[in-house]
């Protein structure tokens, strides 16, 4: 078949080829400790990109809630960049520490684990709806928080693709290290 690409858009895609062989039976996983189970890791893992972020999201909230204009646009470009590293980081240490584990069940927790940080996003929008707004009335607080879980799940998705491609890339490129005859 014609491989057709347009706009760098693959549409024939061919499918994936996975670096090493493969056994047909899956080996049993070992018994895992507390923080390498999905939520104590998802929740640990969470705090050092939400610690990038924390200061940044006091002017956004403040731009959106309070009406204050937010102009440092510069400075959130470069704590995106630093979101994005940290998030890529975490995800491919706590994927590796799995895999030293013998843990080959690495796909969604890559996500999860990045995803993590949206959790700490939305209950940073409490603190600052406890702290900062003097919001009145049961629809503008539903308002508020069901916007704010909008953006902490959008955050989540964002940060937990982003440690799910940088795992994907360091387990692709270190099994294509391996060789087996």
């Keep these: 078949g014609i491989n057709a690409e347009y706009g760098g858009l693959n549409l024939n895609p061919q499918p994936y080829e996975y670096s090493v062989r493969t056994n047909k039976i899956p080996r049993p996983i070992p018994n895992q400790l507390w923080y390498m189970r999905t939520v104590p890791s998802m929740l640990l893992a969470g705090i050092l990109p939400f610690g990038a972020v924390f200061i940044e999201l006091y002017f956004i909230f403040s731009a959106i809630w309070e009406n204050q204009i937010y102009t440092l646009f510069s400075f959130l470009f470069l704590v995106y960049v630093i979101l994005v590293v940290c998030c890529a980081e975490i995800a491919v240490v706590i994927v590796y520490f799995q895999l030293c584990t013998e843990n080959y069940r690495w796909w969604w927790k890559s996500f999860f684990v990045a995803a993590g940080t949206g959790v700490y996003v939305f209950a940073y929008g409490a603190f600052f709806y406890c702290s900062k707004l003097d919001i009145v009335g049961f629809t503008s607080t539903v308002l508020y928080f069901g916007?704010?879980?909008l953006m902490s799940i959008t955050f989540g998705i964002f940060?937990?693709?982003?440690?799910?491609?940088?795992?994907?890339?360091?387990?692709?490129?270190?099994?294509?290290?391996?060789?087996?005859?």
Excluded: E, Q
Excluded at 161 to 178: D, K
């Design 147 to 149: 916007y704010t879980a």
């Design 159 to 181: 940060t937990g693709s982003v440690g799910f491609f940088a795992s994907f890339l360091f387990v692709r490129y270190v099994y294509s290290a391996v060789k087996i005859d």
